[in-house]
């Protein structure tokens, strides 16, 4: 081998560390904290159940513990669109005065990672009409964006709708 290879040769060498070097230094770097495990579609179709269980209480206020702060709701039975916990807050309490029994009657899940999840599909509920006890039921289309913060599934966003043909 000549000087002038062996020069170009340890060059290539260590450019090549080099890069190495920082490629593993880059990939420790932005890796960060270990992304959070990724829960099942059943434990995120569970979440309405304790959604459910919530209205069972009657109180709205157990009902909005369940929404973020930052939460939006576009409700089933009113054409006002809930931005803030006072709005959902206010809702529940006219919604809960008919003391609604829901249940699932199609449900899809989209769990997107750890801290993510989408629940869509069709629920109904079966409402009780306040002053003479006559009950109806209303099915409607449902979505529910779910994340996960500081440990705790929250509802992000929440759209409910009639189905158009009932």
Same mark, same amino acid.
């Given at each position: ?19 190495? %070097? @920082?490629? !593993? ?9 270990? +992304? &959070?495990? /990724? ?46 916990? %006072? @709005?959902? !807050? ?9 003391? +609604? &029994?829901? /249940? ?63």
């Amino acid at each position: 081998m000549t000087r002038r290879s062996i020069t170009k040769r340890a060059a290539i060498v260590a450019a090549t560390a080099l890069v190495t %070097a @920082g490629t !593993v230094t880059a990939g420790v770097s932005l890796a960060g904290p270990e +992304p &959070a495990k /990724k829960p099942s579609e059943k434990q995120i179709a569970a979440l309405f159940d304790h959604w459910n269980a919530a209205l069972r209480t009657g109180d709205a206020d157990t009902v909005a513990d369940l929404y973020a702060k930052d939460a939006v709701l576009l409700p089933t039975v009113s054409n006002k669109v809930r931005t803030d916990r %006072a @709005g959902i !807050v206010d809702y529940f309490e006219h919604f809960l005065r008919n003391k +609604p &029994a829901g /249940k699932k009657v199609k449900t899809v899940v989209d769990v997107l990672d750890g801290n993510s999840a989408i629940d869509t599909g069709v629920y109904e509920f079966t409402l009780t009409d306040p002053k003479s006890g006559a009950q109806r039921v209303v099915e409607a289309r449902y979505t529910y964006a779910y994340e996960k913060r500081n440990g705790v599934w929250k509802i992000v966003n929440h759209h409910s709708s009639a189905m158009p043909e009932g």
